[in-house]
């Protein structure tokens, strides 16, 4: 995994503050994209480190595929700058293009051939692919997602996931030095989720940078290394996912009978008493969560409590959950399973 060319831009504008571009999958430039008058995509900078496996995070309608279909050059930016793989888009694209593979909108799948019978087809329509490899490959990628058992069954009988594996297999058929997903796991069940998400991690270990879209944090969390957050057009964060997770405001949790006079404490300390809602704690009045601890060290918060005589049952510092980070980012909730 390269997190060397880690663009850190944790909150903030999302300006990315860029290491060697050379490290880098894919690089935009105060991207635009706007229908009418409208900004689909208001001037982002992307930075995705060759090797990790980047999540799109955003909730529906942020931007995420249409940054996406710009990135592929299936659609063409309003302004901005973009560079995947090193080299210029859409210019390079032709050269681009066959190291990079892509589950966007699902492919035109015949209904009437099996499986095999598409993936065959469309890997006979890439002129970089080898026809001498073809079947082997196609039975490959079939087994890869998990979907040897219908290779021979006609498309029109495959469910949405099924499609869907077949897509990702489609883009699997060659090696790629980029795979770019846009929602992957849609329409799958649980047990297809877990499986695809399985095969990410795999692909990147095996070298692939893996650009995934999602609308679910959970998802993101378990799959990837880095994340950039959308919302409303706009790259809110991103960077490593550890990163994120450490930017978080951390709070203090005081179990006490005390709750009044520990908030008291608090209070002069500097810190600001919360509510203990979120804590699981609250049950006959007994804790109190205060947050601005930063600078403060937790030893000292305790003596200054027993100082003023405020009973302890329990102390507890806590960082702020990766999903308070991304709603305090962008004022929105996410989907957190999946
Ligand atoms: N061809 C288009 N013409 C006009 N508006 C569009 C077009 N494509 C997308 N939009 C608008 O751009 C905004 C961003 O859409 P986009 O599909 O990129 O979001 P998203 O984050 O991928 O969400 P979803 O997961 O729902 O697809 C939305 O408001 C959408 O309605």
Do not use: W
Request: charged content about 20%.
């Amino acid at each position: 995994m390269n997190e060397s060319g880690a663009a850190a831009s944790v909150g903030g504008t999302g300006r990315a503050t860029l290491g060697d571009p050379a490290d880098l999958a894919i690089e935009t430039h105060q991207l635009v994209k706007r229908f009418g008058h409208r900004s689909a995509v208001d001037g982002i900078n992307l930075a995705v480190p060759r090797g990790s496996v980047f999540g799109f995070l955003g909730p529906n309608g942020s931007g995420k595929t249409t940054t996406i279909r710009v990135l592929l050059g299936l659609a063409s930016a309003s302004s901005g700058n973009v560079r995947v793989l090193g080299r210029d888009m859409p210019q390079a694209l032709a050269s681009v293009l066959p190291d990079v593979g892509a589950l966007v909108e699902g492919p035109g799948f015949y209904p009437f051939l099996s499986g095999t019978g598409n993936l065959m087809r469309l890997d006979a329509a890439d002129p970089h692919a080898p026809s001498s490899t073809r079947r082997v490959r196609v039975q490959d990628a079939l087994e890869r997602v998990g979907l040897s058992h219908a290779a021979g069954k006609k498309v029109r009988a495959y469910s949405l996931g099924m499609k869907q594996r077949l897509g990702l297999a489609n883009a699997m058929l060659r090696p790629r030095k980029l795979l770019v997903l846009d929602e992957p796991t849609n329409g799958l069940d649980p047990q297809g989720t877990r499986e695809v998400r399985t095969l990410v991690r795999s692909l990147a270990a095996g070298g692939t940078t893996v650009f995934v879209s999602s609308h679910l944090l959970a998802e993101v969390e378990q799959m990837c290394s880095h994340v950039g957050v959308m919302s409303a057009g706009r790259l809110v964060a991103q960077g490593p996912l550890e990163e994120l997770r450490s930017a978080g405001q951390a709070h203090v949790v005081v179990q006490t009978p005390d709750v009044d006079a520990a908030a008291r404490v608090l209070t002069r300390l500097g810190l600001v008493p919360g509510d203990a809602a979120g804590t699981g704690l609250t049950g006959g009045n007994t804790a109190v969560m205060a947050t601005g601890i930063n600078g403060h060290f937790p030893e000292a918060i305790v003596a200054a409590l027993v100082a003023d005589g405020v009973g302890i049952r329990g102390f507890t510092v806590e960082n702020a959950s990766l999903e308070e980070r991304f709603v305090s980012l962008t004022g929105e909730g996410f989907d957190v399973v999946g």
